[in-house]
Protein backbone atom coordinates (compact mmCIF):
# COMPACT_ATOMS: atom_id res chain seq x y z
CA UNK A 1 0.00 0.00 0.00
CA UNK A 2 1.51 3.03 -1.02
CA UNK A 3 2.18 5.64 1.34
CA UNK A 4 1.88 9.27 1.83
CA UNK A 5 3.27 11.48 -1.36
CA UNK A 6 4.18 15.03 -0.96
CA UNK A 7 5.76 16.96 -3.88
CA UNK A 8 8.60 18.24 -4.70
CA UNK A 9 11.19 17.03 -1.96
CA UNK A 10 12.55 20.08 -1.96
CA UNK A 11 12.14 23.74 -3.36
CA UNK A 12 14.46 27.18 -3.04
CA UNK A 13 12.56 30.42 -3.04
CA UNK A 14 13.13 33.56 -2.63
CA UNK A 15 11.77 36.12 -0.60
CA UNK A 16 8.30 37.58 -1.82
CA UNK A 17 7.70 34.80 -4.51
CA UNK A 18 4.60 32.05 -3.66
CA UNK A 19 4.73 28.16 -3.54
CA UNK A 20 2.34 25.51 -3.71
CA UNK A 21 2.99 22.13 -2.07
CA UNK A 22 1.28 18.94 -2.94
CA UNK A 23 0.69 16.00 -0.50
CA UNK A 24 -0.98 13.04 -1.66
CA UNK A 25 -2.85 10.43 1.05
CA UNK A 26 -3.24 6.65 1.59
CA UNK A 27 -5.52 5.56 -0.68
CA UNK A 28 -8.87 5.90 1.57
CA UNK A 29 -7.67 8.15 3.54
CA UNK A 30 -10.03 11.00 3.80
CA UNK A 31 -8.24 13.72 6.26
CA UNK A 32 -5.10 15.13 5.62
CA UNK A 33 -2.82 17.94 8.15
CA UNK A 34 -0.39 19.55 7.15
CA UNK A 35 2.44 20.31 9.63
CA UNK A 36 5.63 22.99 9.70
CA UNK A 37 8.89 21.95 11.24
CA UNK A 38 11.58 23.60 12.26
CA UNK A 39 14.46 23.15 14.61
CA UNK A 40 13.64 26.05 17.14
CA UNK A 41 9.58 25.28 17.08
CA UNK A 42 9.25 21.67 16.58
CA UNK A 43 6.00 20.72 14.89
CA UNK A 44 3.44 23.12 14.49
CA UNK A 45 -0.14 22.57 13.11
CA UNK A 46 -1.10 24.57 9.87
CA UNK A 47 -4.56 23.02 9.10
CA UNK A 48 -6.56 19.87 8.67
CA UNK A 49 -8.88 19.03 6.09
CA UNK A 50 -11.66 16.42 5.78
CA UNK A 51 -14.02 15.92 2.57
CA UNK A 52 -12.99 18.83 1.03
CA UNK A 53 -13.25 21.03 4.04
CA UNK A 54 -10.77 22.97 6.68
CA UNK A 55 -11.96 21.40 9.85
CA UNK A 56 -9.07 23.18 11.89
CA UNK A 57 -6.36 25.91 11.68
CA UNK A 58 -3.38 26.07 13.46
CA UNK A 59 -2.01 29.80 14.22
CA UNK A 60 -0.58 30.99 11.30
CA UNK A 61 -0.99 34.08 9.16
CA UNK A 62 -3.12 34.18 6.61
CA UNK A 63 -0.48 33.76 3.74
CA UNK A 64 -0.25 30.13 4.39
CA UNK A 65 -3.44 28.46 2.71
CA UNK A 66 -4.64 25.08 2.15
CA UNK A 67 -7.28 23.01 0.00
CA UNK A 68 -8.58 19.88 -0.71
CA UNK A 69 -9.73 18.01 -4.06
CA UNK A 70 -12.57 15.06 -4.18
CA UNK A 71 -9.83 12.78 -4.72
CA UNK A 72 -8.34 13.65 -0.85
CA UNK A 73 -5.08 15.07 -2.13
CA UNK A 74 -4.47 18.12 -0.79
CA UNK A 75 -2.11 21.48 -1.55
CA UNK A 76 -0.82 24.23 0.79
CA UNK A 77 -0.04 27.75 -0.74
CA UNK A 78 2.12 30.07 1.04
CA UNK A 79 2.43 33.52 -0.61
CA UNK A 80 4.68 36.30 -0.01
CA UNK A 81 7.52 34.36 1.22
CA UNK A 82 9.30 35.28 4.16
CA UNK A 83 12.82 34.50 5.00
CA UNK A 84 11.41 32.58 8.49
CA UNK A 85 9.03 30.07 6.03
CA UNK A 86 12.28 28.17 5.68
CA UNK A 87 11.10 24.55 7.39
CA UNK A 88 10.12 21.03 6.63
CA UNK A 89 6.50 21.13 5.51
CA UNK A 90 5.01 17.20 6.59
CA UNK A 91 1.46 16.46 5.79
CA UNK A 92 -0.02 13.50 7.48
CA UNK A 93 -3.15 11.66 6.56
CA UNK A 94 -5.34 9.44 8.66
CA UNK A 95 -8.96 7.62 8.07
CA UNK A 96 -10.93 9.98 9.49
CA UNK A 97 -10.79 13.55 11.19
CA UNK A 98 -7.43 14.12 13.35
CA UNK A 99 -8.84 12.93 16.73
CA UNK A 100 -6.72 10.30 18.36
CA UNK A 101 -5.97 8.89 14.88
CA UNK A 102 -2.67 7.71 14.10
CA UNK A 103 -1.01 10.00 11.88
CA UNK A 104 0.79 8.55 8.47
CA UNK A 105 3.19 11.08 7.37
CA UNK A 106 5.14 11.94 4.54
CA UNK A 107 8.67 12.45 3.70
CA UNK A 108 8.01 16.11 3.63
CA UNK A 109 8.88 19.29 1.43
CA UNK A 110 12.01 20.70 2.42
CA UNK A 111 11.24 24.44 1.73
CA UNK A 112 14.59 27.17 1.35
CA UNK A 113 13.48 30.92 1.01
CA UNK A 114 16.77 32.97 0.08
CA UNK B 1 -2.80 26.37 24.82
CA UNK B 2 -1.24 22.93 25.73
CA UNK B 3 1.92 22.11 26.13
CA UNK B 4 4.03 19.46 25.63
CA UNK B 5 7.17 18.97 27.41
CA UNK B 6 10.03 16.71 26.59
CA UNK B 7 13.28 16.52 28.23
CA UNK B 8 16.11 15.64 27.58
CA UNK B 9 16.16 17.65 24.14
CA UNK B 10 19.20 15.71 23.25
CA UNK B 11 20.20 12.12 23.91
CA UNK B 12 24.24 10.50 23.14
CA UNK B 13 24.61 7.52 24.52
CA UNK B 14 26.64 3.94 23.82
CA UNK B 15 25.31 1.14 22.18
CA UNK B 16 23.99 -0.86 25.13
CA UNK B 17 23.15 1.03 27.62
CA UNK B 18 19.57 2.02 28.47
CA UNK B 19 17.64 5.48 28.63
CA UNK B 20 14.33 6.93 29.63
CA UNK B 21 12.58 10.16 27.22
CA UNK B 22 10.05 11.91 29.12
CA UNK B 23 6.99 14.05 28.32
CA UNK B 24 4.95 16.09 30.41
CA UNK B 25 2.13 18.61 30.56
CA UNK B 26 0.30 20.63 32.75
CA UNK B 27 -3.16 19.34 30.21
CA UNK B 28 -4.59 15.73 30.82
CA UNK B 29 -4.62 14.13 27.52
CA UNK B 30 -7.13 11.40 26.36
CA UNK B 31 -4.55 9.49 24.67
CA UNK B 32 -0.47 10.07 23.85
CA UNK B 33 1.26 8.62 20.94
CA UNK B 34 4.50 8.53 19.97
CA UNK B 35 6.37 8.94 16.97
CA UNK B 36 10.34 8.79 15.82
CA UNK B 37 11.66 10.12 12.60
CA UNK B 38 14.84 9.59 10.49
CA UNK B 39 16.59 12.05 9.47
CA UNK B 40 15.13 12.92 6.19
CA UNK B 41 12.15 11.33 6.54
CA UNK B 42 8.68 12.01 8.06
CA UNK B 43 7.97 10.67 11.51
CA UNK B 44 6.65 7.57 12.19
CA UNK B 45 3.72 6.33 14.67
CA UNK B 46 5.18 4.01 17.74
CA UNK B 47 2.20 3.45 20.17
CA UNK B 48 -0.72 4.94 21.14
CA UNK B 49 -1.33 4.97 24.92
CA UNK B 50 -4.97 5.89 26.05
CA UNK B 51 -5.70 4.83 29.47
CA UNK B 52 -4.40 6.00 32.57
CA UNK B 53 -1.67 3.63 34.09
CA UNK B 54 -0.87 1.62 30.79
CA UNK B 55 2.52 0.20 29.81
CA UNK B 56 2.87 -0.74 26.15
CA UNK B 57 5.66 -2.56 24.60
CA UNK B 58 7.05 -2.65 21.63
CA UNK B 59 9.86 -5.31 21.55
CA UNK B 60 12.96 -3.68 23.57
CA UNK B 61 10.34 0.19 24.35
CA UNK B 62 8.82 0.52 26.83
CA UNK B 63 5.92 3.05 27.21
CA UNK B 64 3.90 4.29 29.81
CA UNK B 65 0.86 6.59 30.23
CA UNK B 66 0.80 8.96 33.16
CA UNK B 67 -2.18 7.73 35.78
CA UNK B 68 -3.68 10.92 35.70
CA UNK B 69 -3.07 11.22 31.80
CA UNK B 70 -0.66 14.65 31.85
CA UNK B 71 2.95 12.65 31.45
CA UNK B 72 4.43 9.71 29.16
CA UNK B 73 7.65 8.25 29.31
CA UNK B 74 9.13 6.45 26.56
CA UNK B 75 12.46 3.41 28.03
CA UNK B 76 14.61 1.88 25.88
CA UNK B 77 16.71 -1.25 26.94
CA UNK B 78 19.91 -1.91 25.51
CA UNK B 79 19.89 0.76 22.92
CA UNK B 80 21.09 0.12 19.76
CA UNK B 81 22.42 2.05 16.60
CA UNK B 82 19.08 1.64 14.68
CA UNK B 83 16.81 3.50 17.85
CA UNK B 84 18.55 6.41 16.79
CA UNK B 85 16.53 9.08 15.80
CA UNK B 86 13.97 11.86 17.01
CA UNK B 87 11.04 11.01 19.16
CA UNK B 88 7.86 12.91 19.44
CA UNK B 89 4.96 12.70 21.92
CA UNK B 90 1.81 13.96 21.02
CA UNK B 91 -1.40 14.73 23.02
CA UNK B 92 -4.75 14.24 22.10
CA UNK B 93 -7.27 16.55 24.56
CA UNK B 94 -10.26 16.24 22.94
CA UNK B 95 -10.07 19.23 21.34
CA UNK B 96 -10.11 17.87 17.81
CA UNK B 97 -6.00 18.31 17.14
CA UNK B 98 -2.86 16.84 17.97
CA UNK B 99 -0.33 18.73 19.99
CA UNK B 100 3.42 17.55 19.77
CA UNK B 101 6.53 18.00 21.88
CA UNK B 102 9.35 19.36 20.58
CA UNK B 103 11.10 15.92 20.54
CA UNK B 104 14.18 14.51 22.51
CA UNK B 105 17.20 13.58 19.47
CA UNK B 106 18.50 10.50 20.54
CA UNK B 107 22.26 9.38 19.14
CA UNK B 108 23.37 5.90 19.62
CA UNK B 109 27.05 5.02 19.03
CA UNK B 110 28.87 1.94 18.17
Known amino acids: KAGVTQTPRYLIKTRGQQVTLSCSPI?????VSWYQQTPGQGLQFLFE???????NKGNFPGRFSGRQFSNSRSEMNVSTLELGDSALYLC?????????????FGDGTRLSIL | TQLLEQSPQFLSIQEGENLTVYCNSSSVFSSLQWYRQEPGEGPVLLVTVVTGGEVKKLKRLTFQFGDARKDSSLHITAAQPGDTGLYLC??????????FGKGTMLLVSP
Open chain 1, 49 to 55: YFSETQR
Open chain 1, 92 to 104: ASSLNPMGNQPQH
Open chain 1, 27 to 31: SGHRS
Open chain 2, 90 to 99: AGYSGYSTLT
